[in-house]
Each structure stands twice: as C-alpha cells, then as structure tokens.
C-alpha cells in the first residue's frame, strides 16, 4: 500500500488522469481551471468546482459570512482564469449536526452576497452531515470561443503578468480577495492573451503549471514581484497559496499597448522562454537562479 | 442560537430556498431533483449534484469499488428522476492524510464504470484534505424540453408507480444500485409521464415531495408496495431510504397503455387524489391509515 502523501496532490491528479478518456464534445478536460465544453457556434461552456474544507481552508472562528463569500469566490475564480463569464452554481453542503442555523444563514448571505455580484443563480445543492463544516461549489459559465484562455497558450517572448500583489494571504485576503472577473473579460475584449491561470497554491507552482502545459520556460524578475503588504518576504509572494490573482502571458506587440493605458493593476513580472531554460529567478544584478517549484499541496 | 436538528435538513432547504432569487433562464431552481436551465430551441441543461459522506452515506469497510460508483450513482439517479440523460461530471474528493494511492485508484475505477456505461465524461474535479472521505459528484445532463418531468405534475387520479421493490437497501443495495436512466427514457419516450421522483430518502417522504409541489394528496396500497427481499417489514419499504427507484405518476389512460406491454418492472401502488385527502395507506380490507411521513433526514 502506497501512502498519497508519498506520491503529493499532483502525482494523485496525473495519476487519475491517466484512467480518463472523454469524448469529442469536450474541448478540455481535467487540467485546466475549467472544464471547457462545446456549446454553440459561437461559445464554449465552462465547468468547475472547488471544495474548501474547515480546518484547511477556513477554521471555524472565521466570519461565517466570509467563508460562505470565499466559498463560491475560488470557483468565480476558475471562470475568470478561463476569461469566462459565471453564470450558474449548485452548492454542496457538508454539516456539523451541532451547527447552528444562524451560522448557516450567515454562509448563505455571504455566499449570496457574490451570486448577485456576479448574476450567477444558485439553482441547487445537496446537504449532507460532516464532521467539518465542508462546501462544493460548481460553477457552470459561458465564455465566447474567441475570448477562451487556457494554460497552454504560452509562447516564447511573451511578457508574463500578474493582476495584484502576492503573498501574506493567510492572514486574511484568502478570505474576501476580489474574483478577476472584470479584469480578465477587460484583457480578452482588448487584448490577445495567450495563457491564463489564477493564483491558488503560489506563483511559482501555478506558473510551473502554465509552462508545463505550454512546453516553455519563464524568467521572472525579484525585484517586479509585487508584494503584498502582509508578505513577509519574497518568498512568501512566489509560495505562499491563495492569493487568487491572476497569472497571464501576452505577446510583447500586446503587453506595449496594454503598458500604453497607463493602468497600475496589472504587473509585469517576466517573460516566457525556452522550455529548457526551465523557471528562473532573476535578481536586479541579473543574476539568476533556479527555481525549485514550492507551493501549497494538500498532500 | 437554534440548532440545525431543530429545524432538520428540509427545515433548513426551505428557509435557505427563501433567501434565493434567479432569472428567467432557470426553468426550475432548487426544489426538484436537478436545477433546469434553459438550453436551445428543443432542450433544457440539467444540473445537479449529490455529496456522499464517509460514516453517513457508507463506511470505509465497504469496497472502494461500490463506493465509488455509489457517489456516480446518486446524481445520475437525479438526472433519471428528471427523464434526462447525463453527459459531463466533476468529482471533487476530500480525503484524509493517511488513506492510500490503491483506495483511490479503486474509487476511481468504480466512478469510471458507470461514466463509461453511460457515456459520461468525466470532466475534472477537486481534492482536498479532509477528516473524511467525501464524494461531491456534479452532473451536467440534457433533456428534450417535450420529455421534462418534474415532481410538480401530478393530477387527481394518476396512478402511482414504481420502477422496483422497496425497504432495507442499506444491506446491500444501495452501493450497488442501477441508476433508472433506460426506464426514465423508455417511460418519455413512450408514455405521458406527469410526476417523477427517485427514492433516495424513502417512498413516503419523496412521495410526499411530488404532492407538496403538485398540491395533490394520494391513497398509496399496502398490497401492491413491492417488498425488496431485504426488507423486513412494509415499514422498510415506506421509510427507509437510498432504494433509488424512480416514483412517478401517470393518467389513468396511459397506465392502461403501460399494463398492456405486460412488464414486470413498473409496479402500480396507488393513486393520486385531492391534496385535502392527504396521504394515506389502504389496507387489504380497505381501511385507510393517514401516514405520518417518515424517512431519512440528515439532521
């Protein structure tokens, strides 16, 4: 018998992986932040979830209303990796039988309090008894075939961005950070994006996933990281999980006319190289080291 | 603070359903076995999902296998409770630290021999670390808007049906139960079908489902409730939950049709009536007993 921590959350999901076939309908399967469908001529259909779980993702002296809000936000945040467009969710409940039904209102109300923010209707869910309080968000949304971002896209030359500062999010962000909704349909309905991804087990571990599926490397610059006031240190902004900005690639031509705006929410960090430059730190001397990919897994 | 157990789960769904408001493009929100969603010219989307819980809903000594299936099983059981067939599914997983690679690769192998018989793609899903093991299966299905059945249909004098015997399903059946999608579809494609439900939390509860939302009541007989061999009395058969047979309701024209094709597995078992009637039980003599709804709730 083989312990899953000995193999990590990641050689679990490869694992399974391998197990999976789908048919044509399915654009993309596991692998991406969304499950992406056919749907019509014109849109593909998206299809997420995320489960947080008491103790790991939230612990019970939180907000209940916040953990009900960041509950359906990580799966808002998926769309938006996708450049998609929430538009439906069902929620899955697991309860502690000693709960109490305020508690359970407040969930809702912080839950409801981004459906309406984001016109998604809650069409149902399931309620079962747990011994943590655990909550399963899908998400079912839409997104034009023009517009659809991936992992894969990444090219060589491509400046590499992020949507925020990183790191520190424990201490309080993981729990009512913004989805990048309106900054991801901004970037699709006027730029070209050729990758996309949203930050939730640390920059470096999510950019590995962006070159991993695009076969590319990446140079990324210390000194461009922007830092969150509650990171600590640089390495808390490229490990640290749950910042839920986004990561994303353009073409130079792109990142010029998106530089040209003037805007300050979105951050050049790196570019995209070689695939056998691997994932590379550069300091401002220009010295570089490798990275070696730290980041949240649950196992 | 009042406790859940106070108000119990349906408690709990009513007033969390008050909270909740949709658009027009949601045929049919929470309330029914899957959330009806408007598609294209002649189809709905059918969305729903169904959470199993280690301890409530199985137990680890049961094979990973059965378990497995048992979490597919559930929700394409709602999508056949609607006459819908099911397409796309994710499963999000929360596993404790020391469960084994060998556990999940069975889980897995169970899921995938029902996505496989139905055609389902397995699209994505979650893991995340949990206490214990817990299965949310969500499943994105399609229905012909001509072939929608909701609980909300049942007319005065429909007779009652359904698809299998009933009672004591928790020795054995409910892990290995056959999901009533061919039976749904024969029945829509073939008949006029008024009002369906699937079993899950026992035949008077989930019956008493179909007459609150049809305002209807219903004389169900004692004789003609087909007993599972599992079942030690006809109280097994009423209250107990997890048979996942389907019950629904059809005119009285109609069940002459379906008697007529001389089938073994569509049981008649009572009637609708006057929703002032209420729900009561007839004995072989012709004696009524007002039920006192009873079955399985989660809190």
Do not use: W
Request: proline residues 2%.
């Amino acid at each position: 018998m083989t312990q899953i921590t000995k193999i990590g959350e990641f050689g679990l999901i490869e694992r399974i992986k391998k197990l999976i076939r789908t048919d044509t309908s399915v654009i993309k399967g596991s692998g991406d932040d969304c499950a992406v469908l056919k749907l019509d001529k014109n849109h593909y259909q998206l299809f997420t979830c995320d489960m947080i779980v008491q103790d790991t993702d939230f612990t019970l002296k939180d907000n209940p209303y916040l953990i009900g809000r960041k509950a359906i936000a990580v799966s808002i945040s998926d769309i938006a990796a996708c450049a998609g467009l929430p538009r439906y969710c069902l929620v899955a409940l697991g309860i502690p039988k000693n709960t109490s039904v305020e508690l359970i209102d407040k969930l809702f109300k912080g839950m409801l309090s981004l459906t309406k923010k984001y016109s998604i209707n809650l069409v149902g869910g399931d309620i079962s008894r747990a011994r943590q309080l655990t909550i399963d968000v899908s998400i079912l949304g839409i997104v034009e075939k023009k517009n659809l971002v991936l992992r894969s896209g990444s090219k060589v030359g491509d400046i590499i961005f992020v949507t925020g500062a990183l790191g520190g999010s424990i201490l309080g962000k993981h729990l009512t950070f913004t989805p990048r909704i309106k900054e991801a349909r901004f970037l699709v309905e006027n730029f070209k994006v050729n990758a996309m991804i949203d930050i939730s087990d640390g920059l470096t571990q999510d950019l590995s996933h962006i070159l991993k599926e695009s076969s590319t490397g990446a140079a990324i610059y210390a000194d461009l990281i922007p830092l969150s006031k509650q990171a600590r240190s640089l390495n808390d902004a490229l490990c640290m999980g749950e910042d839920f900005e986004l990561l994303f690639t353009m073409p130079q031509d792109q990142a010029k006319r998106l530089f040209a705006k003037g805007l300050t929410n979105f951050k050049p960090i790196g570019e995209i190289r070689h695939k056998k430059y691997g994932l590379r730190l550069l300091d401002s001397q220009g010295r570089e080291k490798i990275i070696k990919v730290k980041g949240f897994q649950h196992f």
